[in-house]
Every structure is written in structure tokens, then in C-alpha cells.
């Protein structure tokens, strides 16, 4: 049987702080015990609020942050304690498209040098094969060679966004982490690079980690969903299920708030109560319990844990959640 590409286990990704009035040690549990299994192919749609840590698993997966405890395995291989001199092969194969690409783009440098800049880390390959790589990925994400020329403040967002893909992409990665590579874009623009996201994936069999807090995109790009809060996943299964048949609370009042296109159309939405519990000081029990509405004594004591459940269609899902007990496989 082939080995899953990427396996997370028990991973945590922990930032000290110091309490200033009292001066008491803590810490803040941005990745707490994260359990995934991701195959070759697959496109993981990872979502949930801001700040409830999804941005950070994806830089811990690919070591750009510190590993706290858990292991990170690819290929079967253990890279947690890979240090950057063990890594730098990897990075060929792993690679990342950030949320804003003006941010992630060198403003002093030109497109043709920013997408030439992961092949001369790599030292494979000659000046004129370079440039020829350059222009075949150019022409694959959309862009023809007049952009290679240009600066990235001479370019619009989708264009820019464009560019960072093509530098992710030209080395041949097989894992790509996808942070929110639309949520910055102009509206009229998001299906467009939706679209190339979703042929590049299916023309070089890529696997996308697509983190987002928009639950349409997933639901169109993704083929399986976890759904994360305060650091945990409260529920995982395969995006039809997860949509069609929620079991977490959580999850449920996140798809209740999806916008509906008909105006007249009535929709039930769940309102949580309360804000989002700060990651210094989570609840003791189930990190969900201070705003959900089924929260009882025992979810104020006891956490519960990630287990697989079944469901009234004959699907399965892994949910966090004490409601779902009786329907464990």
C-alpha cells in the first residue's frame, strides 16, 4: 500500500509569553495535537476563524515555524528535526503561496527574476534552461512573456498573485500550501485564479493544504474539509459530508453563515454567542464549550477527542464533539 504523502501526528506549535502584571509563564497554543493524513493528489481544505491557527500549521508543516512536539512525516520520512541545511532539498518538493502577493513579492526585482530566484537555490540548471523554464510557467498560469519584464507594482493583484504561483510551482513541487491565495483579490478575479489553481492541480497531480475562511471556495476546490478552532480540528470528513450532514456544532453554525445569492430565500442561521476564547487561557473541557449552544457540565470538564463517527447517509466523519457518542464506528 503507498504511503500517504504527508502525515501530521500529534503535532503542537506553542509560543511562550510572559503575563505582564503577575509575571506568570504561559504560552499560546496557536497548533495543539493536530492529527491529518493527506494522499498523494488530494486537495484538504483547512478552515475555521481568523486566528484559529490555520495560517501556522501550514508554515509549522513546511518547518518554517518550529516544531513544539508532534511529528511531520513526508514520504513516510520524519522531517521534524530537520534543520535548514537538511531541508533546502525538500523545498523543491514543498512549497507555499501566500495570502498577499504583494507582500510576498520582491518589489526591487523583476517577474522574470522573482519566479528565476527558487531555480538558483537549486543550482540544477543552466542560465539558458532557466529562462526557459521561466517562460514555459509563465504561459502555463496565464502570463505571456511581456510580464517578465514588469515590477510587481506595475501589475494588478490577480496578475501578481499569478507570479507567485508560477514561482511555487517552478520547481515541481508535490504539496502546496494554499494560504488564502484569493481571500485578497478583487471578487470578479477569485473564480479566475480559482480555476487555474484547480488545472494546475489536476495537470501535474498536485496536492493542495488550501487554508481558508471562505467556506464556498472550499467547498468548490476541496475534496475533503477539517474544520479547526483554537488550534484543534473539531471535525474532518469528505466535503459532500461535511456539507450535506455537519455533526459539530461549530461547524454548523460556520455553514449557516455561508451568504445565500437569493435574497428572498430563507435560511436558518445559528448565532454564537461570545467571543472566541483567548489561546492563552482556553475553557478546560471542550474548547468549543463557552459559545456552544449544547454545552453541557461534561463539556466544561472533559475534552473531547477526535473520533470517527457515522453517519445517517452511510458516510463517515471525525468529530470532536460528545453529541456524536452512540454513532462511533
Given at each position: 500500500?503507498?504511503?500517504?504523502?504527508?502525515?501530521?501526528?500529534?503535532?503542537?506549535?506553542?509560543?511562550?509569553?510572559?503575563?505582564?502584571?503577575?509575571?506568570?509563564?504561559?504560552?499560546?497554543?496557536?497548533?495543539?495535537?493536530?492529527?491529518?493524513?493527506?494522499?498523494?493528489?488530494?486537495?484538504?481544505?483547512?478552515?475555521?476563524?481568523?486566528?484559529?491557527?490555520?495560517?501556522?500549521?501550514?508554515?509549522?508543516?513546511?518547518?518554517?515555524?518550529?516544531?513544539?512536539?508532534?511529528?511531520?512525516?513526508?514520504?513516510?520520512?520524519?522531517?521534524?528535526?530537520?534543520?535548514?541545511?537538511?531541508?533546502?532539498?525538500?523545498?523543491?518538493?514543498?512549497?507555499?503561496?501566500?495570502?498577499?502577493?504583494?507582500?510576498?513579492?520582491?518589489?526591487?526585482?523583476?517577474?522574470?527574476?522573482?519566479?528565476?530566484?527558487?531555480?538558483?537555490?537549486?543550482?540544477?540548471?543552466?542560465?539558458?534552461?532557466?529562462?526557459?523554464?521561466?517562460?514555459?510557467?509563465?504561459?502555463?498560469?496565464?502570463?505571456?512573456?511581456?510580464?517578465?519584464?514588469?515590477?510587481p507594482h506595475e501589475m494588478s493583484g490577480g496578475q501578481r498573485q499569478r507570479v507567485v504561483i508560477a514561482r511555487a510551482l517552478i520547481n515541481d513541487p508535490e504539496l502546496v500550501i494554499c494560504d488564502e491565495p484569493v481571500s485578497a483579490l478583487d471578487v470578479s478575479v477569485r473564480s479566475q485564479v480559482l480555476n487555474l489553481l484547480k488545472d494546475l492541480q489536476k495537470d501535474r497531480n498536485l496536492t493542495y493544504l488550501f487554508i481558508s475562511h471562505d467556506l464556498s471556495v472550499?467547498?468548490?476546490?476541496?475534496?475533503?474539509?477539517?474544520?479547526?478552532?483554537?488550534?484543534?480540528?473539531?471535525?474532518?470528513?469528505?466535503?459532500?459530508?461535511?456539507?450535506?450532514?455537519?455533526?459539530?456544532?461549530?461547524?454548523?453554525?460556520?455553514?449557516?453563515?455561508?451568504?445565500?445569492?437569493?435574497?428572498?430565500?430563507?435560511?436558518?442561521?445559528?448565532?454564537?454567542?461570545?467571543?472566541?476564547?483567548?489561546?492563552?487561557?482556553?475553557?478546560?473541557?471542550?474548547?468549543?464549550?463557552?459559545?456552544?449552544?449544547?454545552?453541557?457540565?461534561?463539556?466544561?470538564?472533559?475534552?473531547?477527542?477526535?473520533?470517527?463517527?457515522?453517519?445517517?447517509?452511510?458516510?463517515?466523519?471525525?468529530?470532536?464533539?460528545?453529541?456524536?457518542?452512540?454513532?462511533?464506528?
Open positions: 500500500m503507498t504511503a500517504p504523502l504527508l502525515e501530521i501526528k500529534n503535532l503542537k506549535k506553542y509560543y511562550p509569553v510572559k503575563k505582564t502584571r503577575s509575571g506568570e509563564k504561559t504560552v499560546v497554543k496557536a497548533v495543539d495535537d493536530i492529527n491529518l493524513t493527506v494522499n498523494q493528489g488530494e486537495i484538504i481544505g483547512l478552515v475555521g476563524e481568523s486566528g484559529c491557527g490555520k495560517s501556522t500549521l501550514g508554515k509549522t508543516i513546511l518547518k518554517l515555524h518550529s516544531v513544539t512536539d508532534g511529528q511531520i512525516l513526508f514520504h513516510g520520512e520524519d522531517i521534524t528535526s530537520y534543520n535548514e541545511n537538511q531541508m533546502r532539498p525538500l523545498r523543491e518538493k514543498m512549497q507555499i503561496i501566500f495570502q498577499d502577493p504583494y507582500a510576498s513579492l520582491n518589489p526591487k526585482k523583476r517577474v522574470a527574476q522573482a519566479v528565476m530566484a527558487p531555480l538558483n537555490v537549486s543550482g540544477k540548471y543552466s542560465q539558458k534552461e532557466k529562462e526557459e523554464k521561466v517562460e514555459a510557467i509563465m504561459q502555463e498560469v496565464g502570463l505571456g512573456e511581456k510580464f517578465l519584464d514588469k515590477y472550499v467547498e468548490y476546490l476541496c475534496d475533503k474539509v477539517a474544520v479547526m478552532y483554537l488550534g484543534r480540528i473539531m471535525e474532518l470528513a469528505d466535503k459532500r459530508e461535511l456539507y450535506e450532514n455537519p455533526l459539530h456544532p461549530y461547524t454548523q453554525a460556520l455553514l449557516s453563515a455561508i451568504p445565500v445569492p437569493d435574497i428572498h430565500a430563507k435560511k436558518e442561521e445559528i448565532i454564537l454567542q461570545g467571543e472566541v476564547p483567548s489561546p492563552m487561557d482556553p475553557p478546560k473541557g471542550c474548547l468549543f464549550c463557552t459559545r456552544c449552544p449544547h454545552a453541557s457540565d461534561r463539556c466544561r470538564r472533559e475534552a473531547p477527542e477526535l473520533k470517527t463517527v457515522e453517519c445517517a447517509g452511510g458516510g463517515t466523519h471525525q468529530a470532536a464533539c460528545f453529541l456524536c457518542e452512540g454513532r462511533e464506528e
